[in-house]
């Protein structure tokens, strides 16, 4: 045989006073520690002051790279989930005939947990527009 329960507005109010009270209490999610990222930026004949080798870390930010702060926004400016930051020009872009001078940079390391290995130069307008987009993480090449 079915039962059925009614409650009646009053009888529901009564039946909820006499549940006990949960306490809730809320906590900022703290993220996992993850792995620190460190780049090793090394110019070479640029021309400018950027000349040298450098060791940026981001999250949190240190090394001797003299513009820490304003690479790792950059870094995290122009890093799109889906896509290599450090990804070289593809091979099939068509590229102005122009030369930027015989500036060099390589960058190896870790960003975000994957490895790093990318080459730069000023060869044509491809390589020029790639560098300077990763500007302040590479100097500003004056030749």
């Given at each position: ?25 809320a ?83 870790t ?7 990318a080459t ?24």
């Amino acid at each position: 045989m079915l039962r059925r329960l009614v409650l009646t507005a009053t009888a529901s109010a009564a039946a909820l006073s006499a549940l006990p009270l949960l306490s809730v209490t809320a906590h900022a999610a703290t993220p996992a520690p993850g792995p620190t990222d460190r780049l090793t930026i090394a110019v070479s004949d640029s021309g400018g002051d950027g000349e040298g080798t450098y060791e940026l870390t981001c999250h949190p930010t240190g090394g001797t790279h003299p513009a820490a702060k304003e690479a790792c926004a950059r870094l995290d400016e122009v890093t799109v989930y889906g896509t290599d930051p450090f990804a070289p020009v593809p091979a099939d872009r068509m590229c102005t005939m122009q030369y930027g001078g015989p500036a060099t940079a390589r960058i190896t390391g870790t960003w975000q947990g994957r490895p790093v290995d990318a080459t730069y130069s000023r060869g044509n307008g491809c390589e020029i527009s790639r560098w300077d987009n990763m500007a302040p993480v590479l100097p500003r090449a004056s030749r």
